[in-house]
């Protein structure tokens, strides 16, 4: 009887704590860590010289990591400045030439009202006869001579005016093109020293010293382990009283039950995984055999919490989110913001080459 009054008393207990609590509890141990693993790519081809950080080493956003090597950067840039210096030059000896081409209207125009005078006085003096007319004709051949050097030097005046007019030295055609090819050979040299486009654990490094990498090939990558959450692949029938904002607390193996994460659910993936499976299940051939399919949740950790007991890409997590507020929305609101991901690393490399371009300007004007 004792021990009668004992299970009765477990199964009243089990089935108050599932009313007050496992009713509206959803849990999984098909949950894994996942996080941002960004590659460390080229944007240059080129040589590898050194590699300076292997895996597991931390790193911070921005230290270099791979050093090409930058002679052919370093010669292309040489002529590039070069080039901008003399187009700088050369653009000031066009802003000179309309100078002296207006000196040489301003000239050509006293010659021809001294001619028309001449032609005048002689005009006056044919009537008496104190000049032959022979001499009235090279007086008439001299005003229209003046007249033609007046009009070449004029328009040699505007050919040279239509090549500086509404502009500046440094804002010149010439040397903006000039300028361009400056920028992308400082761009190019600062290139070959490749940096960490996050802070993050060093993972997956593939490159090796004297090895030839072109743009775009992976050579390592960074984890950030700051930036990890907690995919859950939950049943078609658990997600009926899932939403957006729900409370989550998680375990794992690596530290046991002592160490609970909390977190929140921040939103469904918009299919199952054998959905986007590379080779998804063709059901409507062969003889079909019904699966419960699974829907990733994607769950927000707490950023103290990891940092007191860091985390790793892959780990297995026990996952239960209380189901008991169940006014949010069960799939991603139309407003609502996504997450977004930055990085600062190559921000300055136009400002770099800027400088330079200004300073070549400034030593040739």
Known sequence: MAGSALLALLLAAAAGYWLQYGRDQVSTEDAYVEGNVVQVTPQVGGVV?????????????????????????????????????????????????????RANVAIRTVDLAREQENMTRRTALV?????????????????????????????????????????????????????????????????????????????????QVGQRVSPGVSMMSVVPLDQLWVTANLKESQLRDIRLGQPVTLTTDLYGRRVVYHGRVIGQDAGTGSAFALLPAQNATGNWIKVVQRVPVRIALDPAEVTAHPLQIGLSMKVAVDTRARDGKRLVAIDAPGQNYRTTVFADELAHADEAVRRIIEENS
Do not use: Y
């Not at 950080?53 to 911070?60: E, G, I, W």
């Not at 040397?175 to 997956?204: C, F």
């Open 49 to 101: 010289t050194a590699i300076l950080a292997d895996n597991t080493d931390l790193v911070t956003t921005g230290v270099t990591l791979v050093e090409l090597n930058g002679v052919d950067a370093q010669l292309a840039l040489a002529a590039a400045q070069a080039q901008l210096a003399r187009t700088v030059r050369q653009v000031r000896g066009q802003f000179a030439a309309v100078g002296q081409d």
């Open 127 to 207: 009537a008496s006869g104190a000049i032959s007319g022979e001499e009235l004709i090279h007086a008439r051949h001299a005003v229209r001579a003046a007249q033609a050097a007046l009009t070449m030097a004029s328009e040699q005046l505007k050919r040279n005016q239509a090549l500086v007019e509404r502009t500046s030295v440094g804002s010149h055609p010439d040397v903006l093109a000039a300028a361009a090819q400056v920028r992308n050979a400082s761009i190019a040299l600062s290139r070959t020293r490749i940096a960490a486009p996050v802070g993050g654990v060093v993972t997956k490094r593939s490159v």
